[in-house]
């Protein structure tokens, strides 16, 4: 949203499902309700947002899950 895309080499796209971004929000107490469901109404859409990546993490399983995906990720950037 804020263009910086066109500033960077690669772009990382770290993606979660509605429902869980909501929830984990609201369970960390980082901000109400209110503000987490506005979270909905960004400039860019998630599937735009995806099309501008050069790579995708899912965050919607495990903090494992995501590690594993960073990691992989890590490696591949060292070997380029």
């Not at 506005?38 to 050069?54: G, H, P, T, Y």
């Amino acid at each position: 949203e804020s263009k910086m895309d066109t500033l960077c080499d690669l772009v990382v796209f770290v993606n979660i499902d509605e429902k869980t971004r909501k929830k984990r929000l609201i369970e960390r107490a980082t901000m109400p309700l209110k503000h987490a469901n506005d979270l909905n109404k960004r400039v860019i859409s998630d599937i735009e947002k995806i099309r501008m990546a050069d790579y995708i993490i899912d965050n919607s399983l495990s903090i494992e899950n995501t590690q594993n995906q960073v990691k992989f990720l890590m490696n591949k950037i060292k070997k380029l």
